[in-house]
């Protein structure tokens, strides 16, 4: 089976060097490459998120974004996201769907031997289906549940709760928030 190649990236710019390298090496040499990052959300405010599979290499069964995955090499980020969309939580959408909100730069460590480095394309998507509804790609998702922000901001903050979630270590979270609340008009 060929190994999924991704772009190495500028980590300044977040633009491509014309260097491809496999995901392990990139994770294993913490070279930066790109992402897309989707969150989707209700007209209630509520974000959906995935507690990915047991299965996962890295950080198996916590609570993550909504959907998220590396960026093929010579793929749009857009493309990326709709691809991720169908294959984990069988949601088929067309590019109007999705907002691309901001970019922004993530760098997580993981078993002493991985360093992911992401320039990671953020999106927001609104669906009002219920979350049992969606197919899920059992290897990468084992369930998805809408939780309000102020739940999750609440877990966050408590020292014992937040190690169920991959999500505080996203520095993106905060502005996601923001930006669901004034899209669904909450305070």
């Not at 990468?140 to 979630?165: C, M, P, Q, R």
Request: charged share 25%.
């Amino acid at each position: 089976m060929n190994e999924e190649l991704v772009d190495v990236v500028n980590s300044s710019t977040g633009l491509p060097i014309g260097e491809k390298v496999t995901k392990n090496i990139a994770h294993d040499k913490g070279i930066w490459h790109l992402a897309a990052h989707i969150w989707i959300y209700n007209s209630r405010g509520e974000i959906l998120l995935q507690f990915r599979s047991k299965q996962k290499k890295l950080f198996p069964s916590l609570w993550d974004i909504s959907v998220a995955g590396h960026i093929g090499a010579g793929e749009e980020a857009l493309t990326c996201a709709i691809r991720e969309m169908k294959e984990e939580i069988g949601l088929s959408v067309k590019p109007s769907d999705l907002e691309k909100v901001f970019t922004f730069k993530f760098s997580v460590s993981a078993n002493d031997n991985m360093q992911n480095n992401e320039v990671c394309s953020v999106f927001l998507f609104k669906y009002d289906g219920l979350a049992k509804d969606l197919v899920l790609q059992k290897e990468e998702v084992e369930k998805v549940k809408f939780f309000s922000i102020d739940f999750l901001k609440k877990e966050f903050s408590n020292t014992k709760h937040a190690g169920h979630y991959l999500l505080p270590r996203n520095l993106s979270v905060p502005r996601v928030f923001e930006l669901v609340k004034e899209r669904t008009k909450q305070n």
